[in-house]
C-alpha cells in the first residue's frame, strides 16, 4: 500500500493548486477585507475570523499572476500554520475550492526548474491527475516570504483597524 496525502485543492488564475488538509481550518465565502496601508502588496489585508484577526495572503501576487476581483465561487482559506513552534492563521484567496482529496505521494514529482510560471521554490511538488497539473506549493517557503508582513500586521495598533 503507497502512502498518500489528504489535501484540499484550490484553483488559481486556472491552475490546481493542493494544500495540506490538516492545516485547513475553515473555508469561507468572501468577507470583508481590511487594507492595510504601506503593507506588501501581497498581503490582501486582515480578515476577522470569528473575533480573531488574521492576515490574508494573495498567492496571486506571490506567484506573479494577474490580480481579479473575488468572484461568486472565490472563497478564504483559513489555513493553521506553525512557526517557531507557535500556531498562528493565516488565510489565502482562492478563486474557486474543488474538493478535498487523497493524492498518492509515489506520483508526486520535484517541480521543473524551467518552464513554471512562477518561481519553483515555491512550489514543493507536481503531480498529474485526471489528466491535470496540480501544485504543491511549499507553504513554509511562501509565507517565509511574507513572514515580514505578517509580522507588520500583528502589531496592537493595526489590530485596530476595521
Not at 485543492?9 to 490546481?16: A, H, N, Q, S, Y
Not at 480573531?52 to 473575488?70: K, M, S, W, Y
Amino acid at each position: 500500500m503507497t502512502a498518500s496525502r489528504t489535501t484540499l485543492t484550490i484553483k488559481l488564475d486556472g491552475d490546481l493548486f493542493a494544500i495540506p488538509a490538516q492545516c485547513v481550518r475553515e473555508i469561507l465565502d468572501p468577507i470583508p477585507i481590511t487594507r492595510v496601508p504601506g503593507a506588501p502588496a501581497s498581503t490582501a489585508g486582515l480578515v476577522n475570523v470569528r473575533g480573531r484577526i488574521v492576515p490574508l495572503a494573495d498567492l496571486r501576487i506571490t506567484f506573479g499572476l494577474l490580480l481579479a476581483p473575488l468572484g461568486p465561487e472565490s472563497r478564504i482559506v483559513v489555513l493553521e500554520r506553525v512557526s517557531e513552534g507557535q500556531a498562528d492563521l493565516v488565510a489565502i484567496i482562492a478563486d474557486q475550492v474543488q474538493a478535498v482529496s487523497d493524492l498518492e505521494v509515489d506520483d508526486i514529482h520535484e517541480a521543473p526548474k524551467l518552464g513554471m510560471r512562477w518561481p519553483a521554490e515555491l512550489i514543493e511538488g507536481v503531480v498529474q491527475k485526471d489528466g491535470a497539473f496540480i501544485y504543491l506549493p511549499n507553504l513554509h517557503r511562501v509565507f517565509d516570504t511574507q513572514d515580514a508582513s505578517v509580522a507588520s500586521l500583528a502589531t496592537p495598533e493595526e489590530r485596530t483597524l476595521s
